[in-house]
């Protein structure tokens, strides 16, 4: 089963700030939550990670409640280039149950 | 630095041939792993290594799946009988050590099975 439920495309225009919320309701105590970003033909690339309340770095920020069932991915003012599909994983120890990827979220950015 | 590197980029084999994928981690990066993709769908986990040693491999699909890492860097992954269904990306990605730790994907092998 996946652990993680994520929209499956989003459309936003350029200079606009983009929410991709990750719903992960067996999250376990250990877990964090992980953002990768992936362009055609290229693999994933990290973007951010957390543990609970909020996390910012260059590129996003990671919001993340205090139940921690779910977190939001937030890009402020997207360009074309951020036009990629976004992935949400959960996980701690590594074992191969937690490297599942879901179908992650096609962000289109029109102009 | 240098990032993961994978050769080769493209492979067409056909169908029962043998073939190998190579991976080159990010130096001194003791976690490596191997995924699988298909058209439109997420990353699916193959196998991990931690060090010399395949930590879990639960993701391997069949028998004629293998990899190895012998040194604790470069790391193969060995398909034979290749099947038309084995094609997609391969993808490797390693990652500094411990649980949690970011991982540094390679740019992929496209392998298709004709």
């Known amino acids: 089963l996946a652990k993680t439920t994520q929209p499956i495309s989003m459309d936003s225009y350029e200079g606009q700030e983009v929410n991709i919320t990750c719903s992960h309701n067996?999250?376990?105590?250990?877990?964090?939550i992980t953002w990768y970003q992936q362009f055609p033909s290229q693999g994933p690339r990290f973007i951010i990670q957390?543990?609970?309340t909020k996390v910012t770095n260059e590129v996003a920020s990671l919001f993340i409640p205090a139940d921690r069932k779910s977190s939001t991915l937030s890009l402020p003012r997207v360009s074309l280039s951020d036009t990629a599909v976004y992935y949400c994983?959960?996980?701690?120890?590594?074992?191969?149950?937690?490297?599942?990827f879901g179908p992650g979220t096609r962000l289109s950015v029109l102009p | 630095g240098a990032g993961v590197s994978q050769t080769p980029s493209n492979k067409v084999t056909e169908k029962g041939k043998y073939v190998e994928l190579r991976c080159d981690p990010i130096?001194?990066?003791?976690?490596l792993y191997w995924y699988r993709q298909s058209l439109g769908q997420g990353p699916e986990f193959l196998i991990y290594?931690?060090?010399?040693?395949?930590?879990?491999d639960s993701g391997l699909p069949n028998d004629r799946f293998f990899a190895v890492r012998p040194e604790g860097s470069v790391s193969t992954l060995k398909i034979q009988r290749t099947e038309r269904g084995d094609s997609a990306v391969y993808l490797c990605?390693?990652?500094?050590?411990?649980?949690?730790?970011?991982?540094?994907f390679g740019p992929g092998t496209r392998l298709t099975v004709l």
């Open positions: 067996n999250i376990a105590t250990n877990d964090y």
């Open positions: 130096s001194g990066h003791t976690a």
């Open positions: 957390g543990y609970k």
């Open positions: 290594f931690q060090g010399t040693g395949a930590a879990d």
């Open positions: 990605a390693s990652s500094n050590s411990g649980a949690g730790d970011t991982q540094y």
């Open positions: 994983l959960v996980g701690a120890d590594n074992y191969g149950q937690n490297f599942v």
